[in-house]
């Protein structure tokens, strides 16, 4: 996840890279949807929230990945202040691995920005 806080000028923008590792792990005979709610502050002023969901097929195999980002920003990484949200989906067939990339605007005040690559692999766990 790349994210930039927009400063005004003469400041320098600010950027912020986070990487995390997730595996849901889901199977026919038991959990067939998992939820992960990722949160990430940058810079004191933002926040975004990346609530994402991979849902299994039973009868494909193939798994539904999606996302509703949110990207807030204000005086704190605690603010309310939304100021912008996108969200997506793939389906990732059996034995099979696919990325999904998005991107997020500050859309009340411009500048601010977030994107990210999630990759997904839809294979046997042994």
């Known amino acids: 996840m790349l994210t930039a806080q927009d400063e005004s000028w003469p400041s ?4 912020f890279t986070r990487t995390r590792d997730m595996e849901f792990i889901l199977g026919v005979s038991n ?11 940058a810079g004191g002023e933002i926040r ?8 299994l097929d039973p009868n494909t195999g193939d798994i539904s990945l999606s996302h509703h980002t949110k990207l807030f920003e204000g005086t704190s990484t605690n603010t309310g ?3 912008g949200q996108g969200w997506g989906s793939i389906v990732v067939a059996k034995n099979s691995q696919q990325p999904m990339g998005f991107e997020v605007y500050n859309t009340a005040e ?7 690559t999630i990759t997904c692999t ?5």
Do not use: F, H, P
């Not at 959990?31 to 502050?41: D, K, M």
């Not at 975004?48 to 849902?55: D, G, P, R, S, V």
């Open 110 to 116: 411009g500048g601010d920005w977030v994107k990210a």
């Open 81 to 83: 202040d939304l100021d």
């Open 122 to 126: 839809n294979g046997i766990v042994r």
């Open 12 to 15: 320098s923008d600010d950027y």
């Open 48 to 55: 975004i929230e990346a609530l994402l969901t991979a849902t």
């Open 31 to 41: 959990v067939q949807a998992r939820t992960y709610n990722w949160v990430e502050g």
